[in-house]
């Protein structure tokens, strides 16, 4: 046979497998990457956008991941349901996803506050450390599938304050009757020592503590609090918010859609999420300084809770976790694995980061940083 004649059929023999090939692989690819579009309700206003961008991070990566062929519209709390009904349109199959704090919800079920933040419980590493390299996101989806849903962090907000008081809290007797805004377990917590709790979605704050509807409230910290204005309406603002030491804000999304999904649709929403939940922390680690120095400028009255106050919600904290695991075996498989990591994790605080902060903020303070 001619040596250029088999090599002019083979080559036409070549492109015609390839060409057939390309036919046979395009319905498959267009199969593992399904046109889809999902709907996520937020439990946040788009004016808080340090909060509220956490659904826009994980709409946008998986958008621009699929090049497009998942969808997420994100509306804000209210455009669809109320904030505080966001993980319930998703189990009902009403939305596909959320971005919500799970604590919202611990009255269905108390292992709800575990997955956002105990009081005394993990700051904002150890949280990641926990979901991601411990039990943390294993427990807690075995108690969501209970409830329809499937979580994967979506953000954290570092340690909150205490929150914004019309008086100085000076002693637990200063606490008796005070009625406070304040979310999660923590107004259990708070309960005990004699304050009436009040569950509030964000936007509903300011009118709240203006009316006198409430004596105090929390939310997240400066730059979401001046943001909603609780500077002009109450004078002391009080720290730590040690009811959420490392709050998580998850994605919350329909168990059935979420099995659904085909497999490389699943790793996206993972690095969406992981992603998500990386920048809000970055965010208000840069937003927070800037706010607090200048609501300070404008005469707002920082304070420190007492250690009579602490001690004795420390107190309230434990007494209420041993009733709860007495009650619920999720909050009690789930807090028993926390608070095991929990040791340790404070053991190598203690020699690590604690020392060199401490150090740190020393020189800062003798004007040396």
Not at 200 to 227: M, S
Request: glycine share 10%; aromatic share 14%; charged share 20%.
């Amino acid at each position: 046979m001619d040596r250029r004649s088999f090599i002019r059929k083979a080559g036409v023999a070549g492109a015609g497998a390839a060409a057939a090939a390309t036919t046979l692989a395009a319905p498959a690819i267009a199969q593992e990457n399904p046109k889809i579009t999902w709907r996520l309700t937020s439990s946040f206003p788009k004016s808080l956008d340090t909060i509220w961008g956490g659904a826009v991070d994980v709409a946008e990566h998986v958008a621009a991941a699929t090049d497009g062929a998942f969808t997420i519209q994100t509306f804000a709390a209210g455009e669809i349901v109320p904030g505080l009904q966001a993980l319930d349109a998703v189990a009902a199959g009403t939305v596909e996803a959320a971005h919500t704090t799970s604590y919202y919800f611990w009255g269905k079920e108390p292992t709800f506050a575990i997955g956002t933040a105990l009081p005394f419980g993990l700051n904002a590493r150890m949280s990641n450390a926990w979901y991601y390299q411990g039990n943390g996101n294993k427990l807690m989806n075995e108690f969501f599938a209970t409830q329809g849903v499937y979580g994967l962090p979506a953000g954290n907000t570092g340690v909150q304050m205490g929150g914004w008081f019309r008086k100085e809290i000076n002693t637990l007797d200063d606490l008796k009757g005070l009625k406070m805004r304040i979310a999660g377990l923590a107004g259990k917590v708070l309960e005990k020592v004699g304050v009436v709790p009040q569950q509030l979605a964000g936007g509903d704050i300011y009118p709240a503590l203006e009316k006198g509807t409430i004596d105090a409230a929390e939310f997240v910290g400066p730059y979401d609090d001046a943001k909603l204005g609780f500077n002009k309406v109450a004078k002391y603002y009080y720290y730590p918010g040690f009811w959420e030491g490392g709050p998580v804000v998850h994605a919350f999304f329909n168990l059935q859609k979420y099995n659904a999904l085909p497999k490389n649709y699943k790793a996206v929403l993972q690095d969406a999420c992981a992603f998500a939940n990386t920048n809000m922390m970055a965010k208000y680690d840069v937003k927070n300084p800037i706010a607090l120095k200048e609501l300070v400028g404008s005469g707002t009255q920082l304070r420190p809770f007492s250690q009579e106050i602490m001690e004795a919600c420390y107190k309230s904290a434990v007494e209420i976790y041993a009733d709860l695991s007495a009650k619920s075996p999720y909050f009690k498989k789930t807090y028993d694995d926390q608070l095991a990591f929990k040791k340790d994790a404070y053991l190598w605080a203690q020699v690590g980061e604690y020392t060199f902060d401490t150090f740190m903020m020393i020189q800062q303070r003798a004007g040396k940083l």
